[in-house]
Nanobody, 127 residues
Framework: QVQLVESGGGLVQAGGSLKLSCATS????????MGWFRQAPGKEREFVGT????????YYADVVKGRFTISRDNAKKTMYLQMNSLKPEDTAVYYC????????????????????WGQGTQVTVSS
């Protein structure tokens, strides 16, 4: 398992920006491919984007491509999600997770398990 803590959520107007962080104290952070997911009220959790363990490759859902950027700093054991041009439909609880390497480049990346999720951070975009 790995303990992950998201931060940086909040209320922002449409067109604005937010940067989320996903931090851990685990020395093994650099081993893991990581991902961002989100869940809006009444909807299932959906994939936002993933990043390889080294940070050399990223993958995004079509709905955020060109607006969101995932990065990581393994020395700081932190992953980031820079969100620009936010829309009201981006409103959701955002989660980070360690993901299965065999799924990272797919449209349905899978977390390694239930113990590899953060607790989530709320992002609300007002119109």
């Amino acid at each position: 398992q790995v303990q992950l803590v998201e931060s940086g959520g909040g209320l922002v107007q449409a067109g604005g920006s937010l940067k989320l962080s996903c931090a851990t104290s685990e020395r093994t952070f650099s081993w893991y491919d990581m991902g961002w997911f989100r869940q809006a009220p009444g909807k299932e959790r959906e994939f936002v984007g993933t990043i390889t363990s080294s940070g050399s490759a990223t993958y995004y859902a079509d709905v955020v491509k060109g607006r969101f950027t995932i990065s990581r700093d393994n020395a700081k054991k932190t992953m980031y999600l820079q969100m620009n041009s936010l829309k009201p439909e981006d409103t959701a609880v955002y989660y980070c997770a360690a993901v299965r390497p065999d799924t990272i480049a797919t449209s349905l990346p899978r977390a390694l398990g239930d113990d590899y999720w953060g607790q989530g951070t709320q992002v609300t975009v007002s119109s």
